[in-house]
């Protein structure tokens, strides 16, 4: 880190409420303190949209080189695609010994920051947690993540009103999934409680 960077504020330095993972830290790129970022999605916009990117310590066997001790606010000069990985140029970051400390690290940007989807386009974030209802009313569970299969997304589906908890995978296409409803809280498929 830069010592000759001005102090940041406490409103700089406050985690936001809203914060969402949206990639981790792979490598440093070249010599002058770039960082290379796997980002979590094939569209990465959440990170170019997004000057502020707060980053933490990796967790569990990924654990990076100096590691963090602390979340840490990065100010982002530059950010570009670099084949299947952003590269970014942050203020904080003055060296390549800095960015390969930085290794391992996750990435995180404030929810608010992403830019608007489009009518019937979803950020993954906001689906999570949502009740899945079938057409005639019967609860499926609720969305407690997604699968990106390459051709289109799986809403992964968990009830765990039963003895034991049952997991159901449906295509989030529009073949199979009538309305979401995030206001509601809810999504509304055509899938049977016994698929």
């Given amino acids: 880190m830069n010592p000759n960077q001005p102090a940041a504020s ?10 969402v993972e949206v990639g981790r830290i792979v490598d440093a790129f070249g010599i002058k303190g770039w960082i ?3 980002p979590y999605s094939a569209d990465p916009q959440a990170l ?3 000057r502020r990117w707060f980053v933490k310590p990796p967790e569990g066997p990924r654990r990076g ?3 963090l001790a602390q979340p840490v606010l990065l ?7 670099h084949g299947d ?3 970014a140029c942050a203020q904080e970051v003055e060296d390549r010994n800095a960015a390969e400390a930085l290794k391992g690290a996750r990435v995180f940007v404030s ?19 949502l009740v899945v209802v079938n057409r005639q009313g019967e609860a499926l569970g609720s969305v407690a993540d997604l699968l990106d299969t390459g051709a289109h997304s799986v809403l992964r589906v968990l009830d765990a009103s039963q003895p034991e908890p049952v997991e159901r995978l449906i295509p989030f296409v529009s073949a199979y999934v009538d309305e979401v409803d995030q206001a509601q809280g809810r999504i509304v498929v055509d899938w049977g409680l016994d698929y």
């Fill in 10 to 19: 406490a409103d700089d330095l406050a985690w936001p409420e809203d914060a």
């Fill in 36 to 38: 290379k970022v796997q």
């Fill in 48 to 50: 170019f949209s997004s």
């Fill in 65 to 67: 080189k100096a590691g």
């Fill in 75 to 81: 100010k982002i000069t530059q950010a570009k695609d």
């Fill in 85 to 87: 990985v952003v590269v």
């Fill in 111 to 129: 929810r608010a920051s992403f830019p608007t989807a489009e009518a019937d386009e979803f950020y993954w974030v906001d689906l999570i947690g």
